[in-house]
């Protein structure tokens, strides 16, 4: 039987089946998120970037990013054409020009996964001149600041991604999942009143 043609207990007991099934989501479900998420990251002036996440009910869970950062002329502007409503992200677009503003746009900074794990605080961030004019020190003072900055883009990545995971785990989300791919069903009328 197709799905509308089961009975309330049934049709919850076809939902519960198809969400534990290892194969309703064996497919890569993120990759929109993750596309968004480099693209964001490459307007900020992030390149060679790779993502990571595990989730979403463990210890650890969470997401990271390794890649390259080099100052990205009018990210600022771009970043608010790209996601205008996205105001954390504005905040750090922001951030991030200010830093460089202090360091006359010398920044270069490093990202690299240092951990089993991936989350936010897995990686290492490493700055660095790029064109030697801002020495070790001076680029120091805004070592946290840019980890801060790096862990918050990885966190509103994850957040995102839980987000999606969260819905298409929704009985709304398997029951659409159901109906379109027209999955039918070999339940008795009354088997929801053995259950």
């Given at each position: ?192 009143e053995n259950n």
């Amino acid at each position: 039987m197709i799905f509308t043609e089961l009975n309330q207990g049934n049709q919850e007991r076809a939902i519960a089946e198809i969400r534990d099934n290892d194969g309703y989501l064996d497919y890569e479900w993120y990759k929109p998120l993750s596309e968004d998420f480099e693209a964001i990251l490459f307007i900020l002036g992030f390149y060679s970037v790779k993502t990571y996440f595990s989730g979403f009910s463990s210890q650890g869970d969470g997401a990271c990013f390794t890649a390259k950062y080099e100052y990205g002329k009018g990210s600022v502007k771009a970043i608010k054409k790209f996601t205008p409503l996205d105001d954390e992200l504005h905040s750090i677009a922001q951030r991030l020009q200010d830093i460089q503003a202090k360091v006359i746009y010398d920044l270069g900074i490093t990202i690299e996964h240092t951990s089993r794990y991936y989350h936010e605080k897995s990686v290492t961030v490493y700055l660095w001149s790029r064109r030697d004019l801002v020495s070790d020190d001076k680029l120091y003072e805004y070592d946290e600041e840019v980890t801060e900055l790096i862990e918050e883009l990885s966190s509103g990545y994850y957040k995102r991604l839980n987000e999606q995971y969260d819905y298409l785990m929704s009985d709304e989300a398997v029951k659409e999942h159901i109906i379109y791919n027209e999955l039918e069903f070999d339940y008795e009328e009354d088997d929801d009143e053995n259950n």
